[in-house]
């Protein structure tokens, strides 16, 4: 890819005019995120009012938050009313990316502030919410699986089609597991050429422990006819999940 072509393929995330944020996306990742997009609709559980859509993968790094954003993006750009929350409590990341203020967030709605959701609706789509992380807590995992977040995701549910967390890798914490239960399932993200295998089956492993709805695998920075689809999918611990590709090849971070 040339240097310059290579400038006009960032993610969603690092557009700096927001008004042309979708065409800073390379034409055949934006194509992939609108099939991801489809093919969801086909895995989420039928009849769900709102789904909450939970990105996780085995470790650090591997795309959940680009995918989070872009995948939320696609969903609202159809009309769908979403939303987007950063549920990595740790190192969260949504705000940075998408150069939005993080002074009010997820823990403020946590901690019952009177923030209103009109105060998180985009910029660029008047149909998409994004919540970021807000201050970081002591006790991340707790939080996102108190009887305090079920009660806010109940409540957000009566007013958007999609609701979409960024959650961090299921390896190294327990915080994507201890949010599972109130998920209409998880996108697992895999990074083509960095994951490691036996990561990846420890994350299956964890996530079938926990009766997680996995809806499917996002192969990130996936090249075209590498072989690698077939790699994953042929692994014994996760050949029976659906695959998507998703191929923004720059880092612009
Ligand atoms: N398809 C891709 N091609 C090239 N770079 C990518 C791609 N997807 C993500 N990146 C870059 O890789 C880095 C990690 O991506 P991202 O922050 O989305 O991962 P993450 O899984 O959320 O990481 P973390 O676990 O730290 O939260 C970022 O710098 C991002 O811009
Ligand atoms: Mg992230």
Not at 32 to 60: D, H, W
Request: a positive charge; proline letters at 4%; glycine letters at 6%.
């Amino acid at each position: 890819m040339s240097s310059s072509s290579k400038k006009n393929s960032t993610t969603l995330l690092a557009a700096n005019d927001k008004s042309t944020l979708h065409q800073n996306l390379e034409f055949t990742a934006i194509e992939q995120y609108k099939l991801l997009r489809t093919n969801l609709n086909f895995t989420l559980p039928q009849g769900e009012k709102c789904p909450v859509i939970g990105i996780t993968s085995a470790m650090r790094g591997e795309g959940k938050s680009t995918t989070a954003i872009n995948l939320s993006y696609v969903l609202a750009e159809k009309g769908s009313n979403v939303l987007l929350i950063d549920g990595d409590l740790r190192m969260p990341s949504v705000a940075k990316k998408m150069k939005i203020n993080n002074d009010r967030g997820l823990t403020d709605l946590l901690m019952g502030s009177d923030a209103r959701m009109s105060d998180f609706r985009s910029e660029l789509l008047s149909n998409w919410y994004v919540v970021p992380s807000g201050d970081i807590p002591p006790n991340p995992s707790e939080l996102l699986g108190s009887k305090r977040m079920q009660l806010i995701l109940n409540e957000l549910k009566q007013s958007f089609d999609y609701i979409i967390i960024d959650l961090p890798p299921v390896n190294l914490v327990s915080d994507a597991l201890s949010i599972s239960e109130m998920l209409s399932g998880m996108v697992v993200v895999i990074r083509e050429d960095y994951s490691e295998k036996k990561d990846i089956a420890d994350c299956f492993r964890q996530l079938s422990f926990s009766d997680v709805n996995v809806l499917g695998c996002v192969i990130n920075s996936s090249k075209s006819g590498s072989g690698t689809y077939n790699k994953y999918k042929k692994s014994r611990s996760y050949k029976k999940y659906v695959y998507y590709r998703t191929s923004s090849k720059d880092d612009t971070e």
